[in-house]
């Protein structure tokens, strides 16, 4: 006789286990301690086997049935109910390991040591912010592409397309990284090109023509702030790195009687070494700063602290000061104007333009040069460079860039 409500609130537990049975192999396990279990009992490859449906009264009378019915319906289809649930767990469990957040911290992690510090928080941050909260709990194979163009919309929306347009390409990363993985089978990112707007593009901000040039070099010799940020503007121009190597640079780092800075890896762009042949006139600037800073850590220390570098913002701010907007100048535009005065003025080789600029140049088999790559020629560049530039601030020799033909 089939199973009520009223039945089973009535039944007490005893000393035994009983059997509650509604039909079809289903049926109530009431336990000595009170609990109240539905099981069926089916068979299946001539075992009799026995299939857990649920706590009463959490899964009520109703529910129970339709579970069972549900099983029997996998029987008659000759699927053993109690492996597909075996099954459905892995697969659960498995999406949920490979979801698109686990893959994509995954990838960072592993690829986060060739990174500068401050580009990888940038990456990690923007899918924190931008992509986690949507989808990261998706598992990743089943990510199609209006799923990341939704997300890469919202970025758009607040204006930030560059950052939009960043945000795919690490998507396109992440996808890669879980087909070679096994993890995916497709990369849907690839499936969004040309669905962001392009971004127009931007160059930051820098002197290129001589006579400019020779204005500005003036300017930063007649500057009346700090010794430190002085020596700091007189310097950038003569060795173009990067603003944050520059001012990062720490005296174990240079070599004065050698006339080298020797960069580590791990604070370059390429998180490769470097190294920057000291011309001259470099090695005055900092043999006169070492008396000052030479004690401490850092060549260009903090205003208020020896144990910090110089501000990432006081060159610009030094450059304002000097009347220099910021549409004529930025920190990071002294590399433009030595790329471009170089080749254009100097005719001298890309190559070696490029290699001392730290760019990942690659020999014709496709391997990066070390960072002592054409050295001899480099440091003759360097010289040549530092010669240059002192002839432009005493007026002479000042070529005007011509346009190249088309």
């Known amino acids: 006789m089939p199973l009520t409500?009223?039945?089973?609130?009535?039944?007490?537990?005893?000393?035994?286990?009983?059997?509650?049975?509604?039909?079809?192999?289903?049926?109530?396990?009431?336990?000595?301690?009170?609990?109240k279990w539905w099981r069926l009992k089916y068979r299946f490859g001539g075992k009799e086997k026995r299939l857990s449906l649920g706590v009463y009264p959490d899964v009520g009378l109703k529910l129970a049935r339709d579970r069972r019915d549900d099983a029997r319906k996998l029987l008659a289809n000759d699927v053993d109910p109690g492996e597909h649930r075996k099954a459905a767990k892995a697969a659960e469990g498995e999406s949920a390991a490979n979801s698109f957040e686990v893959l994509a911290r995954e990838w960072f992690a592993k690829f986060k040591p060739n990174w500068v510090a401050s580009h990888a928080d940038k990456i990690i941050s923007r899918l924190e912010r931008d992509m986690f909260p949507w989808i990261g709990a998706r598992p990743i194979a089943e990510l199609k592409a209006p799923e990341l163009l939704t997300c890469l919309r919202r970025v758009e929306a607040r204006g930030a397309l560059e950052t939009a347009h960043r945000i795919l390409q690490n998507c396109g990363q992440i996808f890669r990284y879980a087909i070679a993985t096994g993890r995916a089978e497709r990369n849907p990112a690839n499936d969004l090109r040309g669905a962001l707007p392009p971004v127009k593009e931007k160059h930051l901000a820098s002197m290129t023509d001589p006579k400019a040039v020779a204005s500005l070099l003036r300017a930063c010799d007649g500057y009346e702030g700090s010794f430190v940020t002085i020596c700091a503007l007189r310097l950038a121009p003569?060795?173009?790195?990067?603003?944050?190597?520059?001012?990062k640079a720490e005296w174990t780092e240079i070599d004065l009687d050698k006339a080298e800075w020797n960069i580590a890896a791990e604070?370059?762009?390429?998180?490769?070494?470097?190294?920057?042949?000291?011309?001259?006139?470099?090695?005055?600037?900092?043999?006169?700063?070492?008396?000052?800073?030479?004690?401490?850590?850092?060549?260009?220390?903090?205003?208020?602290?020896?144990?910090?570098?110089m501000s990432d913002n006081a060159i610009l701010a030094?450059?304002?000061?000097?009347?220099?907007?910021?549409?004529?100048?930025s920190g990071h535009g002294f590399r433009a104007m030595a790329r471009t005065i170089l080749d254009e003025v100097l005719h001298v080789r890309p190559d070696y333009i490029e290699h001392q600029l730290a760019h990942a140049v690659r020999d014709p088999n496709g391997r990066a040069y070390n960072r002592t790559a054409h050295l001899v020629e480099r440091r003759k560049m360097m010289q040549r460079w530092a010669d240059y530039l002192d002839k432009l601030k005493a007026g002479d020799n000042v070529v005007p860039i011509r346009g190249r033909a088309k």
């Open 5 to 35: 409500d009223t039945a089973i609130k009535r039944t007490k537990p005893s000393t035994k286990t009983q059997k509650l049975f509604d039909g079809g192999g289903l049926y109530l396990e009431v336990a000595p301690s009170g609990g």
């Open 238 to 247: 003569l060795v173009f790195v990067r603003p944050g190597e520059l001012r």
């Open 267 to 309: 604070r370059m762009k390429m998180r490769e070494p470097h190294l920057v042949p000291l011309s001259k006139q470099a090695v005055a600037i900092l043999r006169e700063l070492h008396a000052l800073t030479g004690r401490g850590r850092y060549v260009f220390p903090g205003a208020r602290t020896n144990g910090r570098p």
């Open 318 to 329: 030094a450059l304002r000061r000097m009347g220099i907007g910021k549409d004529e100048m």
